[in-house]
Structure formats: structure tokens, C-alpha cells
């Protein structure tokens, strides 16, 4: 059974940094791609960022381009997600997800909660 968890939310101030990880268990994942979402309250699930576990190719939403970084840990199974210059803008609840190379992402967190002070 795929698990999927998040770790590393919390409380920064504008223009700090937060390191968000996503540990994936269950299965070999060299053959699908590791989404990182989020959701403010009120708003829809917005992409932030995704990356693909074999070849590391990355893609990431016009809103945090250039601000965040995603990369992965093949020997953790753990995808990182690197935030900094961070806006009160990105205060969501940030989700990790699993899924197979061009197709729906099957398999969410709980979610981390991201607050950003201004």
C-alpha cells in the first residue's frame, strides 16, 4: 500500500524559507511523478511544483518560479520542496502527491500547513 506524508510546515515571516519533504512508501516509484499542490482557504488546488522520480525533470507554477525548488533523495524515497523569498501569498495547506507519468495523481498526504507572516 502506497503512503504518502509530508513533514516540515510551519510559521515563517515574508522573505523567509521553509523545507517541505514528502516521504513515499509502499512501492517502486521510478516510473511516476511526485506533485507538490496547496490550497488557501477559500481558493481551489492551485499546482506549485512536480517532479519526475526518474530523470528529475521539474516543472513548476509561474507563481513560485524561481522561489521554489523541488528535488529528491532516490536512496530516503523523499522529495524535497525548497521554499524560499516566501510571500504571505503562499500560506496554504501544501500537499504531496503520487502518481504515475501522465496520468492523475493517485496517492495524497494529509497535508502541511504553510503560514507566512507579513
Known amino acids: 500500500q502506497v503512503q504518502v506524508v509530508e513533514s516540515g510546515g510551519g510559521s515563517v515571516q515574508a522573505g523567509g524559507s521553509l523545507r517541505l519533504a514528502c516521504a513515499a512508501s509502499?512501492?517502486?516509484?521510478?516510473?511516476?511523478?511526485i506533485g507538490w499542490f496547496r490550497q488557501a482557504p477559500g481558493k481551489e488546488r492551485e499546482f506549485v511544483a512536480a517532479i519526475v522520480w526518474s530523470g528529475g525533470i521539474v516543472s513548476y507554477a509561474n507563481s513560485v518560479k524561481g522561489r521554489f525548488t523541488v528535488s529528491r533523495d532516490n536512496a530516503k524515497n523523499t522529495v524535497y520542496l525548497q521554499m524560499n523569498s516566501l510571500k504571505a501569498e503562499d500560506t496554504a495547506v501544501y500537499y504531496c502527491?503520487?502518481?504515475?507519468?501522465?496520468?492523475?495523481?493517485?496517492?495524497w498526504g494529509q497535508g502541511t500547513q504553510v503560514t507566512v507572516s507579513s
Open positions: 502527491a503520487v502518481g504515475r507519468m501522465g496520468q492523475a495523481y493517485d496517492y
Open positions: 509502499g512501492r517502486t516509484f521510478s516510473s511516476y511523478t
